[in-house]
T-cell receptor, first 111, second 116 residues
Framework: RKEVEQDPGPFNVPEGATVAFNCTYS??????FFWYRQDCRKEPKLLMS???SGNEDGRFTAQLNRASQYISLLIRDSKLSDSATYLC????????????FGRGTQLTVWP | EPEVTQTPSHQVTQMGQEVILRCVPI?????FYWYRQILGQKVEFLVS????????KSEIFDDQFSVERPDGSNFTLKIRSTKLEDSAMYFC??????????????FGDGTRLSIL
């Protein structure tokens, strides 16, 4: 059973485009959800937490759909610097602090 | 901005040798973690640590692995007898809480472990 599933991509979009990623999770008791970005051979860097009501941080919008057990990330007005792998992650509902990561969705923004 | 630091950045070791990976978590954080990422695969949880003891460990974290917080700042991962399949990036992470809201984990820049 895969805890977290993501479309690996790659997504190739031009600068200025809007792109969206989805991520599904299997544990209905999961409490907290996050999006991380990972550049090639670097550490995951927290992009944003995902709140039940949805949240926005500049060009980034995250949403949580508990009924369908997925989270989404929308990037508006894509920049070249947005090129990275985007990892979704959640804390398992019955465990303390164990983050389950998806394999990531690769995004390339071209000029 | 405070950050998690890890040393060394790259460790090359002969199979069967012991290796110790070091981490300095963010100073006011109380929860510490080790993850690993084999090249091309997803980030996998190894172990969590709180109040000087292991909170949880995954099936990867077998008897060859151990963690320690020898002083007030360092958090180490030891692999006693390394195997080829231990080659991976090892990430340390820390957070200032676990439950009660979204308290994300912050990652160090990793140690690349290469077993020959």
């Amino acid at each position: 059973r895969k805890e977290v599933e993501q479309d690996p991509g790659p997504f190739n979009v031009p600068e200025g485009a809007t792109v969206a990623f989805n991520c599904t999770y299997s544990n209905s008791a999961s409490q907290s959800f996050f999006w991380y970005r990972q550049d090639c051979r670097k550490e995951p860097k927290l992009l944003m937490s995902v709140y039940s009501s949805g949240n926005e941080d500049g060009r980034f919008t995250a949403q949580l759909n508990r009924a369908s057990q997925y989270i989404s990330l929308l990037i508006r007005d894509s920049k070249l610097s947005d090129s990275a792998t985007y990892l979704c992650a959640h804390l398992g509902g019955s465990t303390l602090g164990r983050l389950y990561f998806g394999r990531g969705t690769q995004l390339t923004v071209w000029p | 901005e405070p950050e998690v630091t890890q040393t060394p950045s790259h460790q090359v070791t002969q199979m069967g040798q012991e290796v110790i990976l070091r981490c300095v978590p963010i100073s006011n954080h109380l929860y510490f973690y080790w993850y690993r990422q084999i090249l091309g695969q997803k980030v996998e949880f190894l172990v969590s640590f709180y109040n000087n003891e292991i909170s949880e460990k995954s099936e990867i974290f077998d008897d060859q692995f151990s963690v320690e917080r020898p002083d007030g700042s360092n958090f180490t991962l030891k692999i006693r007898s390394t195997k080829l399949e231990d080659s991976a990036m090892y990430f340390c992470a820390s957070s200032d809480g676990v439950l009660g809201g979204n308290q994300p984990q912050h990652f160090g820049d990793g140690t690349r472990l290469s077993i020959l």
